[in-house]
């Protein structure tokens, strides 16, 4: 009688690994799908999800693939050095740009990092970034990172994205995304909490993915036109206009003190009025997705369990 297989302790079971890989598939689809997230973030969610795939592969029997580096190169701009495809180190970037305007170098402190693990597995991380004088705004990391260092360096690069927009354009060139793909904010209080990291983006960034959910395609900037207007005495008053949805339906935020913020406040409000329809496409969208990624799971078992069963057979 042959041996019983002993699982490693700690090892993760066939079924956690093919959910995990599941859910990794529809985080993956859903950045390649937004072309305003930047490629680099695309390209480190790739990254996650072939090295869970390769674990996969491992617990059906399959062989590693001796082509295979392990790894994503991904198109991250120029980088410290000035050379196309040098990785940006994007709080070292941020510390730069923000000396540069307070002209004085950066004391120690006065860049923030709040990072906290999403679960109690402690293997996802949020991070918020913060700099009272310096910075308009926290800024939060794109979605739950797999190191705190990850997603320290997301927080980094959605606040040069929004603080810094020209140098940030510099640093990835073709693959800067458009306006409507600017950092979010985070406005949740100071204690770490994932509040805007783990669920959908705020503002400008949420508007884009709604209009892209309500028109089935990626959006364009012709997509959501956004006209502001200053009020005598009281700030700025933006409309976000969607030219390409319903007719062109227009929604007018309230008074803010600048033209960011009320660009902001008039996308928060057209989010906040197309909601119920969102979230019910949302919904639509995932079922498929899960439906599509378990007929794939399926047929992947079958492949390996008849190709185990053809090498039983050549061996007897």
């Known amino acids: 009688m042959a041996p019983k297989k002993v699982q490693p302790q700690g090892a993760q079971t066939l079924e956690q690994v093919e959910a995990k890989f599941a859910a990794q598939s529809n985080l993956f689809y859903e950045k390649c799908m937004d072309l305003n997230t930047p490629q680099s973030t695309v390209a480190n969610s790739l990254d996650v999800l072939m090295k869970t795939r390769s674990t996969l592969l491992g617990l059906y029997g399959v062989a590693p693939d001796p082509k295979w580096t392990g790894s994503i190169t991904a198109p991250t701009g120029a980088g410290g ?6 990785p940006v180190i994007w709080s070292q970037k941020l510390h730069e740009c923000l000396s540069k305007k307070a002209a004085r170098v950066m004391t120690k402190g006065e860049i923030i990092f709040n990072t906290t ?9 949020v991070s918020t970034l913060s700099a009272p004088t310096l910075l308009s705004a926290e800024y939060s990391s794109e979605g739950p990172c797999i190191s705190k260092a990850a997603a320290q360096h997301s927080a980094a690069m959605v606040a040069m994205q929004e603080e810094f927009a020209e140098v940030y354009a510099q640093l990835v060139g ?16 100071p204690d770490g909490a994932p509040v805007a990291s783990a669920g959908p983006p705020e503002g400008k960034s949420a508007l884009s993915h709604s209009v ?23 700030g700025n008053q933006s409309t976000v206009s969607l030219p ?7 929604y007018q935020g309230p008074v803010a003190p600048s033209k960011k913020e009320a ?7 057209a989010c906040a009025q197309l909601k119920s329809i ?8 995932k079922a498929k997705k899960a439906k599509k990624n378990a007929e794939g799971l399926a047929k992947m078992k079958k492949m390996q369990e008849e190709k185990k069963a053809a090498a039983a057979t050549a061996a007897s």
């Open 81 to 86: 050095a000035g050379v196309p495809g040098t």
């Open 117 to 125: 693990a999403v679960d109690e597995t402690n293997k996802s991380f």
């Open 174 to 189: 073709p693959y800067a995304p458009t306006a409507a793909a600017k950092g979010q904010k985070r406005k949740g209080g």
């Open 212 to 234: 892209q959910m309500l028109l089935g395609r990626p959006v364009t900037k012709e997509d959501m036109v956004y006209v502001t207007v200053q009020v005598e005495g009281a």
């Open 244 to 250: 390409t949805y319903d007719g062109g339906k227009s």
């Open 263 to 269: 660009e902001m406040a008039a996308a928060k409000l």
């Open 278 to 285: 969102v979230d019910q496409l949302e919904e639509e969208h």
